[in-house]
């Protein structure tokens, strides 16, 4: 089912749920947008009509709606999220009581449900607020906590809407979470690694980080625990998981090896570095000094330590070649004992590195490949996710 139900109650950072619709939007999934009679003091039922494309529902007897419309529209959604949430609402949730479509619909609702509080810290702190909150978690209703921030009454508090990305991204774990994802660590690695010469120059690589940052949001919205160690790139981290930022292959390797133990998937998705400088300084080196033949060093291969040290966690690596691709990759799969390589051609000018979009190949250990064509990074991730899932129920299917 590719439709949420989206409620929203008379709270000043209902404007928010227009972005929370766009963002939904971009995930395509279709919105029906349910109001509460006293939000539609604040904004107009055909402002999220015109931006849901649906009918905006308000009132239980509607004669444009179906005969039986909280009913039909349970059975149509795969989540219902209520964002803002009241505390008003938030009550009568808890209470069953069941006077307008909106908590009437909460009742037939069998999807998961999700509600992202909004109100005054005061109200959200009243033990009355925190025993219906306590209620509804008892009945498997899930929250997104409300953010410490401006609030509209001119304080500033914990009350707060969090943000409709944050919003979203845990809606969509909870509609995505697979079963064998669940309580499983996956280690991602993104972006380049610098390695210093001094304070000032450094060794580096083109990666954008951006491949990385994607398998880990989708590791996350499938239902893992998620941890992301990446090296210095400036990107909006995924909401969930765990972030870890590290500058060269060693750190890299260190923060690795950190998770290695509790990891059930590593995906090194990172550019680490190949080389390193010989000799660094801690402070600037003057030009004067500097000759020009630096000497280098090769960095610790991180993904052929883990491979020789695995203890069944999954490994995935990544290839970037400008040349024979699937033999090249195929020799690193074995080199460092992979569970599944991921290659793409680094000399094409419109996918890879630095690139929203990329084209790739995945080569497996029993000679299988298959080729995930042009696409988005967002999708890509999907696939190779998805791809290693399977790899994990059929580790199952075999213990
Ligand atoms: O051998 P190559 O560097 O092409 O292999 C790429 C794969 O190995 C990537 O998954 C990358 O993250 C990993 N790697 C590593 N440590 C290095 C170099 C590469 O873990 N020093």
Request: glycine share 6%; with cysteine.
């Given at each position: 089912?590719?439709?949420?139900a989206?409620g929203v109650a008379s709270s ?22 349910i109001m509460t009679e006293k939000a539609t ?16 529902i308000v009132n239980l ?9 909280h ?9 219902l999220l209520i964002a803002p949430a009241t505390a008003n609402i938030i009550a009568k949730l808890a209470s069953g009581l069941a006077d307008d479509f909106l908590s009437t619909f909460y009742l037939a609702v069998?999807?998961?449900v999700l509600i992202a509080p909004a109100m005054?810290?005061?109200m959200f702190?009243h033990?009355q607020t925190q025993a219906n909150i306590k209620k509804l978690r008892d009945n498997?209703v899930?929250f ?256």
């Amino acid at each position: 089912m590719n439709k949420i139900a989206l409620g929203v109650a008379s709270s000043i950072s209902i404007y928010k749920a227009a972005d929370i619709i766009r963002l939904f939007q971009k995930e395509d999934l279709a919105v029906r947008v349910i109001m509460t009679e006293k939000a539609t003091r604040f904004i107009q039922p055909d402002f999220f009509t015109a931006l849901s494309g649906e009918e905006t529902i308000v009132n239980l007897f509607d004669r444009r709606q179906r005969p039986i419309e909280h009913i039909a529209l349970a059975d149509e959604i795969s989540l219902l999220l209520i964002a803002p949430a009241t505390a008003n609402i938030i009550a009568k949730l808890a209470s069953g009581l069941a006077d307008d479509f909106l908590s009437t619909f909460y009742l037939a609702v069998k999807s998961p449900v999700l509600i992202a509080p909004a109100m005054n810290e005061a109200m959200f702190l009243h033990p009355q607020t925190q025993a219906n909150i306590k209620k509804l978690r008892d009945n498997g209703v899930e929250f997104v906590e409300p953010e410490a921030g401006y609030l509209a009454c001119g304080q500033t508090g914990g009350g707060r809407l969090a943000s409709p990305e944050k919003i979203v991204q845990t809606s969509l774990r909870l509609i995505r979470r697979q079963p064998v994802f669940k309580d499983k660590l996956i280690v991602v690695t993104a972006g380049p690694t610098r390695e210093s010469l001094d304070p000032v120059r450094f060794l580096s690589n083109r990666s954008s980080g951006k491949m990385g940052y994607e398998l880990a949001r989708q590791a996350y919205q499938l239902g893992a625990e998620v941890v992301l160690i990446k090296g210095p790139v400036e990107l909006e981290p995924p909401t969930g998981v765990k972030v870890e930022t590290v500058v060269s292959s060693e750190e890299m390797r260190q923060a690795v090896f950190k998770y290695y133990d509790q990891a059930s998937v590593v995906i090194m998705s990172a550019a680490v570095s190949d080389f390193r400088f010989r000799q660094t300084s801690l402070k600037k080196i003057r030009k004067e000094k500097l000759t020009l033949n630096l000497e280098l060093e090769r960095t610790p291969d991180i993904l052929e330590e883990l491979g020789h040290l695995k203890r069944g966690q999954l490994l995935v690596g990544f290839a970037a070649e400008t040349a024979d691709l699937k033999t090249r990759a195929s020799d690193k799969m074995k080199r460092k004992k992979l569970d599944l390589i991921v290659a793409n051609d680094v000399s094409r000018e419109d996918i890879g590195f630095g690139r929203d979009e990329n084209e790739v190949y995945l080569f497996w250990p029993d000679g299988r490949e298959r080729l995930i064509g042009k696409t988005s990074k967002r999708k890509v991730s999907q696939e190779i996710l998805t791809e290693i899932g399977a790899m994990l129920n059929e580790r199952k299917g075999n213990n």
